[in-house]
T-cell receptor, first 113, second 113 residues
Framework: EDQVTQSPEALRLQEGESSSLNCSYT??????LFWYRQDPGKGPEFLFT???AGEEKEKERLKATLTKKESFLHITAPKPEDSATYLC??????????????FGKGTLLTVNP | NAGVTQTPKFRILKIGQSMTLQCTQD?????MYWYRQDPGMGLKLIYY???????DKGEVPNGYNVSRSTTEDFPLRLELAAPSQTSVYFC????????????FGAGTRLSVL
């Protein structure tokens, strides 16, 4: 069974204080790892997809990296508007079609001014 | 750009009542999904569809039914509502394929009392 574990559950930062969120996974044949951002009362918003170990993607203050066992979402010099819950999900399965995502429980990030 | 539209946004049901959560997407995606999100539990897949007329169970299908008569619409039916179905429900859609980025609606918050 595919498993996704995110840590920490909650993270409080001061504006400008860089940090990282972790997503560790156990899957049978990783097809893709996804990062989403979710604001209160809204649906998840797509951020990044990573497909192979060593891959990195960046968007503004966010940088996502992938190894064979985990992914990190690095937040550089965060601003209060980066406050949200960040969700990690994996798409697994070898061969055929398997388009289901398995989500972690998320990390609630709060950035104080 | 509408994307994925869910109605209603909020609903209160009495135990034993039934209702249909509506989901429509205008991106011509073949794949559609229903998730529920409970506090601290992450997103759980209820049902998914890979095209009109084709549906399959996800992780937590009990107490729910779906149908997919068109590419655009994927309604979720709750029969005999129970307090355990109190949750936030999200609909998503995707092209499928290697990238399979899922795009989410804003959600329906349901309380069963």
């Amino acid at each position: 069974e595919d498993q996704v574990t995110q840590s920490p559950e909650a993270l409080r930062l001061q504006e400008g204080e860089s940090s990282s969120l972790n997503c560790s996974y156990t899957v049978s044949g990783l097809r893709g790892l996804f990062w989403y951002r979710q604001d209160p009362g809204k649906g998840p918003e797509f951020l990044f997809t990573l497909y192979s170990a060593g891959e990195e993607k960046e968007k503004e203050r966010l940088k996502a990296t992938l190894t064979k066992k985990e992914s990190f979402l690095h937040i550089t010099a965060p601003k209060p508007e980066d406050s949200a819950t960040y969700l990690c999900a994996v798409q697994a399965g070898s061969g055929g079609s398997n388009y289901k995502l398995t989500f972690g429980k998320g990390t609630l990030l709060t950035v104080n001014p | 750009n509408a994307g994925v539209t869910q109605t209603p946004k909020f609903r209160i049901l009495k135990i034993g009542q039934s209702m249909t959560l509506q989901c429509t997407q205008d991106m011509n995606h073949n794949y559609m999904y229903w998730y529920r999100q409970d506090p601290g539990m992450g997103l759980k897949l209820i049902y998914y569809s890979v095209g009109a007329g084709i549906t399959d169970k996800g992780e937590v299908p009990n107490g729910y039914n779906v149908s997919r008569s068109t590419t655009e619409d994927f309604p979720l039916r709750l029969e005999l509502a129970a307090p355990s179905q109190t949750s936030v429900y999200f609909c998503a859609s995707s092209y499928g394929g290697v990238k399979n980025i899922q795009y989410f609606g804003a959600g329906t918050r349901l309380s069963v009392l």
